[in-house]
């Protein structure tokens, strides 16, 4: 699976913004995709994940209420709609599979990794 992130930029607190991650191959619809990101100087971290049926999410703390993730299985496509940005969401932020059906949230989950797009939000 080969996976190319988009939708980054740069905006001001309270905006909002929508990534998207395309995915090649016929077997996305089978696999868990997730959002990781990754902050200045700090490790790079769990953001929100979707099951291949879409009907369960995840989510870190800090995105609750305010992060979407979803998925176009037609498409070949996961978005994370950011609303209410906050500095502190600055990162790039990558998508990836998991052909794991276990635990969601680690790094180790997933087997394939798109390039990063960059968020900016300044205050």
């Known amino acids: 699976v080969q996976l190319q992130a988009s939708g980054g930029g740069a905006v001001q607190a309270g905006d909002s913004l929508r990534l998207s991650c395309a995915a090649s191959?016929?077997?996305?619809?089978?696999?868990?995709m997730g959002w990781f990101r990754q902050a200045p100087g700090k490790e790079r971290e769990f953001v929100a994940a979707?099951?291949?049926?879409?009907?369960?999410?995840y989510y870190t703390d800090s995105v609750k209420g305010r992060f979407t993730i979803s998925r176009d299985n037609a498409e070949n496509t996961i978005y994370l709609q950011m609303n209410s940005l906050k500095p502190e969401d600055t990162a790039v932020y990558y998508c990836?599979?998991?052909?794991?059906?276990?635990?969601?949230?680690?790094?180790?989950?997933?087997?394939?990794w798109g390039r990063g797009t960059l968020v900016t939000v300044s205050s």
């Open positions: 191959g016929r077997a996305f619809r089978n696999y868990v």
């Open positions: 979707i099951n291949s049926d879409a009907y369960s999410r």
């Open positions: 990836a599979a998991s052909s794991y059906s276990g635990n969601h949230y680690p790094e180790t989950s997933y087997n394939y």
